[in-house]
């Protein structure tokens, strides 16, 4: 007899009117329904890292809500988490779940249930402080960054349903300092022509498109049976989007399979887009942002060719007194056989973009844990401010290294072209913003050999800025560790030009095998080593003489490292810790 019978008879037993909260039935076949009033803010759905794959959808109405059907893990034996399902926006009306592939033994059955809270511990240890990461779920590009009445806006890639890839769709959080986040809810979501895949945002200031003055537009990838660019317009500011009724306004490009995330610029009195080709970038011109023709093809022959161009960003600097344009693209299989973003300095003139005769590839971070960034439109005083994808590493292919969420964001970086000593590079800093969630700071009084608590170390946020001048060619650093016996080490080998960051005992992560070990980072030889070292729990970013370099590194450690130590002959000096928060 199945628990629904039982129940209705315990209500009869008790000759009272009753009427379970959730009704639940399970056909032969598997497939599950759970009818509710929508009287709290969530359903939540038993799952876990190695349960069962199933189909989910909400009916209200007779309808379907989702336009395409969603892809979720329900729990075979244990639950590891609760997949939470936003039903508010149906309160007061009678909904069903749907979901296949139940048995009447699962977890599931029985143990749906609705809350106004999402069931689970949203300080687990290894959530970052001050970096972005979403509430819940996977999160991974950082689409349609835009600037617009004193906020910064940053859409993302993100799974609602899942702390694993899948079921894209654009997360939406704001903020008025780039480092306080909030998040609200979800903007675009699959639909018949596809999920949606990475892409960017402009403030459509002139009307050009017909959707309204100010209309914020997101030109994004649909990505289902092939790939092709859509927009969708917003005339609140970029909380809310209609979908336009023309799409896709780019098909598919029959010569590739690989045509994706297109990013967007007002050049030269019309909208250029540069969207990723398999291994090159096409600009396309508009003068609407709805109809598109072809403008150049750049990437034959030049750069590294690894693997698939991806997430393309083209954007104006002044370099010697002269304009200069970078172009950038990620791409897999660095030379530390991870993923990262190459780029090109040349000149762009409004159709065709043109490389200087440099040494390529050229990265623009050169850790492992850094991908598919993006520059912000309409950013004030025509800064370059740039936030990328910060990959986390998965413990195994069914185990995340975090409980609740998958992925974050980078700190806002600042870009510009400055002189390695012999060629322009493109320089990454800090965002100016960044420096103000500084809390109590502290001067550090470190020897070689000896090892110091981190101020505020034991909560696992902070930034540590120390200079170094060396003593000949011999190698120095530093090391973060913990009492669990867990540290990163960083040798600086200036004979070499290079930084070595070896996390071969950070902590819980066994890392990739294809992932270099240790991480090796080719910087500028100069008089003194600069750092600026960013520790949020579970990823280090080093800044290294103002742009030299930046290197980004996810860590796993069982404890936060709290302790500094130096070695080397290198003379040190302006060492400093600082609580971030």
């Known amino acids: 007899m199945t628990r629904y019978l039982l129940s209705l008879l315990f209500c009869a037993f008790l000759a009272v009117s009753c009427r379970p909260a959730i009704q639940e039935s399970l056909d032969a076949e598997g497939n599950y329904a759970a009818t509710f009033k929508a009287n709290k803010h969530y359903i939540l759905i038993p799952s876990s890292y190695t349960g069962k794959p199933s189909k989910m959808n909400l009916v209200v109405d007779a309808a379907n809500v989702f336009e395409f059907v969603q892809d979720v893990t329900v729990a075979k034996d244990t639950v590891d988490y609760w997949i939470p399902v936003d039903v508010s926006p149906y309160a007061g009306q009678e909904v069903t779940l749907r979901l296949t592939g139940v048995e009447e033994s699962d977890p599931v059955y029985g143990g749906v249930k609705l809350s106004d809270t999402i069931d689970m511990d949203y300080d687990e240890p290894l959530r970052m402080v001050y970096h972005f990461t979403p509430a819940f779920g996977w999160n991974n590009d950082p689409n349609g960054l835009f600037y617009k009445d004193g906020v910064w806006h940053m859409y993302f890639q993100h799974n609602p349903y899942s702390v694993f890839w899948g079921n894209m769709t654009w997360g939406h959080a704001t903020s008025e300092d780039l480092i306080h986040w909030t998040q609200h809810d979800n903007v675009l979501k699959p639909d018949p022509l596809g999920a949606i895949f990475s892409g960017s945002a402009v403030v459509d200031k002139d009307n050009t498109a017909g959707f309204g003055e100010d209309a914020v537009i997101a030109i994004y990838t649909s990505d289902r049976n092939g790939e092709r660019q859509s927009i969708a317009y917003s005339t609140d500011g970029g909380y809310t989007f209609t979908k336009y009724g023309g799409n896709p306004v780019l098909p598919d490009n029959p010569a590739s399979r690989d045509f994706r995330d297109p990013k967007v610029y007002w050049i030269g009195g019309q909208w250029v887009m540069a969207v990723s080709v398999r291994q090159v970038v096409e600009f396309y011109g508009s003068p609407d942002l709805r109809n598109w023709h072809l403008l150049s093809s750049f990437g034959e022959g030049i750069g590294s060719h690894r693997s698939v161009w991806e997430c393309p960003d083209l954007r104006k600097f002044e370099y010697g007194g002269k304009e200069k344009w970078v172009l950038f693209v990620t791409i897999g299989q660095d030379p530390n056989h991870a993923n990262n973003t190459q780029y090109f300095i040349g000149d762009f003139d409004g159709k065709r973009f043109t490389a200087d005769p440099l040494p390529y590839p050229l990265w623009l971070d050169q850790g492992v844990n850094q991908y598919a960034g993006q520059s912000y439109f309409n950013a004030p005083d025509d800064?370059?401010?740039?936030?990328?994808?910060?990959?986390?590493?998965?413990?195994?292919?069914?185990?995340?290294?975090?409980?609740?969420?998958?992925?974050?964001?980078?700190?806002?970086?600042?870009?510009?072209?400055?002189?390695?000593?012999?060629?322009?590079?493109?320089?990454?800093?800090?965002?100016?913003?960044?420096?103000?969630?500084?809390?109590?700071?502290?001067?550090?009084?470190?020897?070689?050999?000896?090892?110091?608590?981190?101020?505020?170390?034991?909560?696992?946020?902070?930034?540590?800025?120390?200079?170094?001048?060396?003593s000949g060619q011999d190698p120095f650093g530093f090391i973060l560790s913990n009492d669990a016996g867990e540290r990163v080490v960083y040798t600086f080998r200036p004979s070499e030009g290079v930084l070595l960051t070896d996390r071969s005992q950070s902590g819980l992560q066994a890392f990739p095998k294809e992932v270099a070990s240790p991480v090796v980072s080719v910087i500028p030889v100069r008089d003194y080593y600069k750092v600026q070292l960013f520790y949020d729990r579970m990823v280090s970013e080093m800044f290294v003489n103002d742009g030299d370099a930046v290197i980004t590194n996810c860590v796993y450690p069982s404890a936060y490292y709290d302790h500094v130590e130096v070695f080397g002959g290198a003379a040190l000096r302006d060492v400093m810790s600082y609580e971030m928060k």
């Open 383 to 470: 800064r370059t401010v740039f936030i990328a994808w910060l990959t986390s590493s998965a413990f195994s292919s069914t185990m995340p290294a975090t409980k609740y969420f998958t992925g974050g964001m980078t700190l806002p970086r600042e870009l510009s072209l400055k002189s390695n000593g012999r060629h322009p590079i493109l320089a990454s800093v800090p965002a100016p913003e960044v420096f103000a969630a500084r809390g109590k700071a502290s001067s550090l009084s470190l020897k070689a050999g000896d090892r110091t608590v981190i101020p505020g170390g034991a909560m696992g946020a902070y930034e540590i800025d120390l200079t170094f001048t060396p």
